[in-house]
């Protein structure tokens, strides 16, 4: 099935904090990404959302689409997601797992859809975002791992 390469891992402490974007992290069953508020489990809940997963080209497919000059288009954080993968295309079934360095495991749970936050960034942008899975993938951790930038992602099943 090939590989791609982990090229960004952001976190952020509580909804619509600043996204912060590291080297390296632990993702567990228990709390996701080290640190981001959407990665705790609930006592008696089943997690959706632990992990996000958004492939670069997707993101920029949707920015070239809103014809923005490169000095104009944001980062790939304001997007919000966890994750930023390349030369990968992300799956599109729920339960196809996602493997990252040497022991993360993540199964995708569902499409990571654009909201209304995204035309705050820029004008149309989440319209950009909603073919074909272009705001990525939500997923819950099955397996811990200690991850970094650069890192091999590939999809097991």
Same mark, same amino acid.
């Given at each position: 099935? $090939? %590989?791609?390469q982990l090229i960004g891992i952001a976190r952020r402490e509580r909804s619509r904090a600043p996204m912060e974007e590291l080297q390296s992290a632990a993702v567990t069953v %228990?709390?996701?990404? #080290? $640190?981001?508020?959407?990665?705790?489990v609930r006592p008696g809940r089943v997690p959706r959302r632990q992990v996000s997963l958004l492939a670069a080209e997707d993101w920029?497919? %949707?920015?070239?689409?809103?014809?923005?000059?490169?000095g104009?288009?944001?980062?790939?954080?304001?997007?919000?997601?966890?994750l930023l993968v390349e030369g990968l295309r992300l799956p599109r079934d729920k339960g196809s797992v996602i493997a990252? $360095? #040497?022991?993360?495991?993540? %199964?995708?749970?569902?499409?990571c859809d654009p909201c209304s936050r995204m035309d705050e960034v820029v004008p149309g942008l989440?319209?950009?975002l909603l073919p074909d899975w272009r705001g990525g993938v939500l997923g819950t951790v099955l397996t811990d791992g200690a991850i970094a930038v650069g890192d091999e992602i590939r999809i097991e099943q």
């Open positions: 099935m $090939g %590989a791609g %228990a709390a996701g990404v #080290q $640190g981001d508020f959407r990665g705790a920029l497919a %949707a920015l070239y689409d809103l014809r923005l000059a490169e104009e288009r944001p980062r790939w954080l304001a997007r919000r997601a966890n990252i $360095g #040497q022991s993360l495991r993540i %199964a995708v749970t569902m499409e989440m319209a950009a």
